[in-house]
Nanobody, 125 residues
Framework: QVQLIESGGGLVQAGGSLRLSCAAS????????MGWFRQSPGKEREFVAS????????FYADSVKGRFTISRDNAKNTVYLQMNSLKPEDTAVYYC??????????????????WGQGTQVTVSS
C-alpha cells in the first residue's frame, strides 16, 4: 500500500500561484510514476500532469502546459505541482496518484493504483 497526503491548496486570485505537495509513505517512492489529477463539481476527474520515477520525463494536459510544473524529490518521498498564472477554470479538488513505474504511462485515472484524499484549489476572478 502507498499512502498519499496532499497539501498546499487554498484560495487565490486569478493570476496568482500555489504550490501543491504530496507526501508518500508505505512503499519505495521511486518505484512509482506520480500524477496529479483534478475534479470539479459535475465533471469527471481529469489528468493534469505526471512525472516518471527519475523525474526526467514529464507530461502535461494542454490546459495547464506552460503554467504548471510537476517535480519530485525522491529523497523526501514528495511530488509537487507548482501552479502559476492560475485561472478560475483551474478551480477543483486536486489529487495526487501513484502508478507502478513498470507500466506504460497513462493519463487515465483508472491506470493509477493509489490516491490521496485531495486538496481544494479555488481561484477567484
Amino acid at each position: 500500500q502507498v499512502q498519499l497526503i496532499e497539501s498546499g491548496g487554498g484560495l487565490v486570485q486569478a493570476g496568482g500561484s500555489l504550490r501543491l505537495s504530496c507526501a508518500a509513505s508505505g512503499r519505495t517512492f521511486s518505484d512509482y510514476t506520480m500524477g496529479w489529477f483534478r475534479q470539479s463539481p459535475g465533471k469527471e476527474r481529469e489528468f493534469v500532469a505526471s512525472i516518471s520515477w527519475t523525474g526526467s520525463r514529464t507530461f502535461y494536459a494542454d490546459s495547464v502546459k506552460g503554467r504548471f510544473t510537476i517535480s519530485r524529490d525522491n529523497a523526501k518521498n514528495t511530488v509537487y505541482l507548482q501552479m502559476n498564472s492560475l485561472k478560475p477554470e483551474d478551480t477543483a479538488v486536486y489529487y495526487c496518484a501513484a502508478r507502478p513505474r513498470t507500466r506504460v504511462p497513462t493519463t487515465t485515472p483508472g491506470g493509477y493504483d493509489y490516491w490521496g484524499q485531495g486538496t481544494q484549489v479555488t481561484v477567484s476572478s
